[in-house]
């Protein structure tokens, strides 16, 4: 069997990068591109691929405040950060608020808890700060059980061993540039655009499938 389309999966691992942390869906976009242009599925092995992107997106950005987090949490030093200054047990808040994370669910995560930040008075880049911040434990847990099962599964299948390795790649770097352009983006501009993205977007599928069939 021949190996998975490389541009196949430089665009899904794009497309991953660029959605994950935006509030826009990302499992919506990435069954949206096989769906339209006739793709096969790449399987769990690809998926596992591009959720490790960009978590290793979100690890590189936030390396500092995770660094930050645990010398405070465990009470090593002051970090000298206002943030985590004024709330020394945040790392255990975030450990607290990951269960409840995990029981839930991990999809839709980011603008909810940006607007859950955002009702209780943090302005949007705190309340984005802290959601990536969340995310991370949670995302890196449901990696480890999925990377478990494909291990069960029988490991990487040979024909994606290739589609692995860049859509890793793509996904950090394209994720990485995401997550610092919506950290910018936030301290400026509301979520409004998104909002209206996700309108215009449903609109569109929904006549898309109406046309098909």
């Not at 339209?36 to 936030?62: K, M, N, Q, R, S």
């Not at 645990?70 to 990951?98: C, E, F, K, M, Q």
Request: charged share 10%; hydrophobic share 55%.
């Amino acid at each position: 069997m021949p190996s998975y389309p490389l541009y196949q999966a430089v665009i899904l691992a794009l497309v991953q990068g660029l959605t994950e942390f935006l509030p826009i869906s990302s499992s919506a976009h990435l069954d949206l591109f096989p769906w339209l242009f006739g793709w096969e599925d790449p399987g769990l092995a690809f998926d596992i691929a591009l959720h490790l992107g960009t978590l290793v997106a979100v690890l590189l950005y936030f390396f500092h405040d995770w660094w930050r987090l645990l010398a405070h949490g465990l009470g090593l030093r002051s970090v000298g950060d206002p943030d985590l200054d004024a709330n020394p047990l945040l790392l255990w808040w975030i450990a607290a608020a990951t269960v409840p994370a995990v029981i839930a669910g991990l999809l839709s995560r980011s603008g909810i808890t940006i607007t859950a930040g955002l009702s209780r008075g943090y302005d949007r880049a705190s309340a984005a700060r802290f959601s990536f911040l969340l995310s991370t434990p949670a995302v890196a847990g449901a990696a480890v059980l999925t990377a478990y099962k494909l291990h069960k599964a029988g490991g990487i299948p040979p024909r994606m061993h290739t589609a692995f390795l860049v859509g890793l790649l793509v996904s950090a770097l394209s994720g990485t540039c995401v997550v610092a352009f919506l950290m910018r983006y936030l301290r400026h501009h509301t979520m409004r655009i998104f909002v209206l993205y996700r309108v215009v977007v449903g609109i569109l599928i929904i006549a898309l499938a109406l046309f098909r069939r």
